[in-house]
T-cell receptor, first 114, second 115 residues
């Protein structure tokens, strides 16, 4: 079946450094991807999304890169802050005519050391 | 309210009990989703509503799980004869459109513990 996976379950970075979280997906027909941040006791919070017709999208301190050739996407967080500590999930949406569900990866726990 | 509201926040059920989990989506949101999140895992899709129509229930793990959204707003996820493997956080999300162009807005979830 379709799967989404992350390369590392945990990532520890120094405050002020850049963070890179990676994700791989299996369904080459997936055309929409989202990164979520989940803090303890809360639901996932939307960070940034990207469509398959793009290879890069930037937000405030975050950048998502999509490589469709190898079915890989990454989330880059610039100047990581303690408030960025959380679990990060990538999710892939099946093509439109397959419904509205998202397939989530396992998550990477980001710890920011002061 | 401005967000997706779920109740109760915590539920402890004895094995074999029935439970009902409620979701109040953002007003006007067409799509509503239920996800199950086991400890240390990513959310897994359970079911999807567009208004009152349940368009996809392929993720419901067994016939003990039932979801409804009779008037196209509030939704209830019911689990009959709960078992220990049902212990998880149940997340509800809503979306303005029928395709997640803007990403879902998730609630904080209901943590269900079956003892």
């Amino acid at each position: 079946g379709e799967s989404v996976g992350l390369h590392l379950p945990t990532l520890s970075v120094q405050e002020g450094d850049n963070s890179i979280i990676n994700c791989a997906y299996s369904n080459s027909a997936s055309d929409y991807f989202i990164w979520y941040k989940q803090e303890s006791g809360k639901g996932p919070q939307f960070i940034i999304d990207i469509r398959s017709n793009m290879d890069k999208r930037q937000g405030q301190r975050v950048t998502v890169l999509l490589n469709k050739t190898v079915k890989h996407l990454s989330l880059q967080i610039a100047a990581t802050q303690p408030g960025d500590s959380a679990v990060y999930f990538c999710a892939a949406a099946p093509p439109y005519n397959q419904g509205g569900k998202l397939i989530f990866g396992q998550g990477t726990e980001l710890s920011v050391k002061p | 309210g401005a967000g997706v509201s779920q109740s109760p926040r915590y539920k402890v059920a004895k094995r074999g009990q029935d439970v009902a989990l409620r979701c109040d989506p953002i007003s006007g949101h067409v799509s509503l989703f239920w996800y199950q999140q086991a400890l240390g895992q990513g959310p897994e899709f359970l079911t999807y509503f567009q208004n009152e129509a349940q368009l996809d229930k392929s993720g419901l793990p067994s016939d003990r799980f039932f979801a409804e959204r009779p008037e196209g707003s509030v939704s209830t996820l019911k689990i009959q004869r709960t078992q220990q493997e049902d212990s998880a956080v149940y997340l509800c999300a809503s979306s303005l459109r029928s395709y997640p162009d803007y990403g879902y807005t998730f609630g904080s979830g209901t943590r269900l513990t079956v003892v």
